[in-house]
Nanobody, 123 residues
């Protein structure tokens, strides 16, 4: 069974950068779309951050991260990345990698989830 495993979270100062990685452990990517969602402290719902199509030609971003974050993938390496620049304390959250059959959705309706990686941005 393929599992999504995130890494790269940590503590960073405001204005800094982090690069999150998500690897499909135990197999290959089986989902068409891959995405990143986040859950901020004290919030119940996960917020869509970014999504990418199978071939990488189509990407979608939340307005709050446009021009700061970039999603990419390499299917041969079964890996998807989220490059995060110009981080602010409002970006503090647990970041989840997710996979979905079909296209990217900005809702929480994804088919597979990783365990999450914590990103903390200090002011």
């Amino acid at each position: 069974q393929v599992q999504l495993v995130e890494s790269g979270g940590g503590l960073v100062q405001a204005g800094g950068s982090l690069r999150l990685s998500c690897v499909a452990s135990g197999g290959t990517f089986t989902h068409d779309a891959m995405g990143w969602l986040r859950q901020a402290p004290g919030k119940e719902q996960r917020e869509f951050v970014a999504g990418i199509s199978w071939g990488g030609s189509s990407t979608k971003y939340a307005d709050s991260v446009k021009n700061r974050f970039a999603i990419s993938r390499d299917n041969a390496k079964n890996t998807v990345w989220l490059q995060m620049n110009s981080l602010t304390p409002e970006d503090t959250a647990v970041y989840y990698c997710a996979g979905r059959w079909g296209g990217v959705t900005t809702t929480e309706s994804w088919d597979a989830w990783g365990q999450g990686t914590l990103v903390t941005v200090s002011s």
